[in-house]
């Protein structure tokens, strides 16, 4: 249990770091491509303004641009008549483009209807914006090669310190782990402890009751108080056994399991149950598939069945239908068992808690349909135990019990 409580502690606490970097990396390298490109856009648009010219007044362009930045910035001009056709071009500021290539660049303009854009040609990569004219149009293309792979480079190295960041928090928590859930495991383990002592100490005065009991009935004959004294001291024993049961779920120590024909458990409970369900004019079917095997124990599926049945009994309606049935859960392996049973009053109850431990619906807790509320909860501890998972639904005035192992 410590073990499973600590790596689902570092598998939420790394899934919610994970969550936070990759936001802010995220984040800050959308913040870090829009402000590049829009800074290029802005130098490509000050540029058209002055009919495909570098202005003298560089400062104007950019907030942090400077005059040196102007004999770095690469960019070439084209100009349009008012049918797009090419006018002429000005290559004075770039080397990497030829006139061969200027058609290209004018098809890819036009087919973004001449709004700001960016392009790939030849490994450069150019930004551009384009302007009305008197003549037409004019379209400046910016070589911002090294400013993208400004952008890359950070993008990849932001992905590494993100990677190492959160190997290292995973480190950190891992080491750290034990003391952050061990409140809990105390917690647990105390109230597991304290389930044992108690139920070990109850023992001894309730074979005493008992004794006393027996001994009042051979002396002046059963009566209804000893019959009713027996009745509790059987409820209250059985209640022990259920309480050190579904206390040692969830422990390291499990118990080996072996192949079971789960069709036969599951018959024989069946078959166990039909004079209950008779008794109290119940209807009750059954249909269990031959030769279903999987690994589990025989008493957890005997248990599963049983706490599955004696639930329907005591909740179903009155002259109502239960319905059992056993299916392989795939082709060749496990099993999919189904408990059924009408059940008006349960529109509008809330279903997740039926596995609650102690969870009656009648809330006072009163011995009229027998139980204590943790007969679900025992046997979802088996499915547990097995690798399974057990679901509960509502459809139609009828209530259901799945389980799949």
């Not at 071009?89 to 700001?116: C, G, M, P, Q, R």
């Not at 750290?176 to 105390?190: H, K, Y």
């Not at 027996?230 to 209640?239: D, K, W």
Request: hydrophobic share 40%.
């Amino acid at each position: 249990m410590i073990a499973k409580l600590r790596i689902k502690f570092i598998l939420i606490s790394t899934a919610a770091v994970l969550l936070v970097i990759s936001v802010l990396i995220g984040l800050v390298n959308s913040v870090m491509y829009s402000k590049t490109l829009d800074s290029v856009y802005q130098i490509a648009g000050y540029i058209a303004d002055n009919d495909g010219q570098m202005p003298s007044d560089h400062k104007k362009i950019t907030d942090d641009f400077t005059d040196e930045d102007v004999y770095r910035i690469r960019f070439f001009s084209i100009k349009l008549d008012s049918d797009l056709e090419v006018i002429s071009s000005d290559l004075d500021k770039i080397s990497s483009v030829d006139e061969t290539e200027i058609n290209n660049f004018v098809k890819d303009a036009e087919s973004h209807n001449f709004k700001n854009g960016h392009l790939t040609e030849d490994e450069n990569t150019f930004a551009y914006t384009s302007k009305a004219t008197s003549y037409g149009r004019i379209i400046v293309f910016v070589n911002c090669t090294n400013e993208f792979k400004t952008v890359e480079n950070f993008r990849e190295m932001s992905f590494l310190y993100g990677v190492f960041c959160l190997l290292g928090f995973v480190i950190i928590v891992s080491v750290l782990s034990r003391r952050a859930v061990e409140p809990v495991i105390r917690n647990a383990e105390s109230q597991k402890q304290f389930i044992t002592n108690a139920s070990h100490e109850l023992k001894t005065p309730l074979a005493v009751i008992s004794a006393n009991t027996e001994v009042l009935e051979m002396t002046n004959g059963e009566s209804e108080w000893t019959k009713s004294i027996i009745s509790q001291v059987n409820r209250l024993n059985t209640l022990i056994a259920e309480l050190i049961t579904i206390s040692k779920f969830g422990e390291g120590d499990k118990k080996e399991l072996v192949t079971v024909n789960a069709s036969k458990v599951v018959s024989d409970c069946a078959n166990d149950f039909k004079p209950v369900f008779s008794q109290q004019g119940i209807s009750f079917d059954f249909s269990v598939a031959e030769n279903i095997s999987l690994k589990a124990t025989d008493e957890g599926i005997r248990q599963i069945t049983g706490i599955l049945l004696d639930n329907a009994a005591k909740y179903c309606d009155e002259g109502g239908n239960v319905n059992l049935s056993l299916t392989p859960k795939t082709v060749s392996k496990g099993m999919k068992l189904t408990v059924s049973n009408t059940y008006k009053e349960g529109a509008g109850k809330d279903l997740s808690r039926y596995f609650d431990r102690f969870y009656r619906e009648d809330e006072s807790h009163n011995s009229k349909k027998g139980g204590y509320g943790i007969g679900l909860a025992m046997a979802q501890g088996y499915v547990k135990e097995f690798g399974g998972r057990m679901s509960v639904s509502y459809k139609g005035d009828t209530i259901s019990f799945t389980v799949a192992i």
